[in-house]
C-alpha cells in the first residue's frame, strides 16, 4: 500500500519552480516520501515552459502534465509524494493497475 500528499504552488519563473521544490522539501511528509514526482506549466499563450519528473514512479509526471494541459492549468507546479508502506518493487505491478483511480484522486486534489 502507498499514502500520498500533495503540494501546489504558483509559478511564473524557473526561480519560482526551484524554490517551489525547496519549500515542499521543508515539509516533513513530502521530504520523507519514496517517490516525489512534480509537474510544472507556465507561460503565455504563444510559448510554454513546461517539464516533469516521475521520479521512477511509473511515469506519473508526465501524467500529471498532461492533466494539467488538458485541463488548461498554467503558473502551477504540483508535487506528489508516495510514502511506500510496503516494498515499493513488490507493488508496482498493483500500482500500474491503478493509475487511472490515483488519478482520479488528483483531479479531486487539484482538479
Not at 81 to 103: D, M, V
Request: hydrophobic share 40%; net charge negative; aromatic share 8%.
Amino acid at each position: 500500500m502507498s499514502s500520498f500528499h500533495g503540494y501546489a504552488a504558483r509559478i511564473r519563473s524557473i526561480q519560482d519552480v526551484s524554490g517551489a521544490l525547496n519549500m515542499a522539501l521543508t515539509i516533513p511528509e513530502l521530504a520523507s516520501a519514496n517517490h516525489l514526482m512534480c509537474a510544472y506549466r507556465f507561460g503565455d499563450g504563444d510559448k510554454w515552459n513546461q517539464n516533469f519528473d516521475s521520479d521512477g514512479d511509473c511515469g506519473v509526471g508526465l501524467h500529471m502534465l498532461e492533466y494539467m494541459i488538458d485541463n488548461t492549468i498554467d503558473s502551477t507546479i504540483l508535487i506528489v509524494a508516495r510514502h511506500c508502506t510496503t516494498n515499493c518493487i513488490t507493488t508496482l505491478h498493483h500500482n500500474i493497475q491503478s493509475l487511472p483511480s490515483k488519478f482520479d484522486d488528483l483531479k479531486l486534489l487539484f482538479g
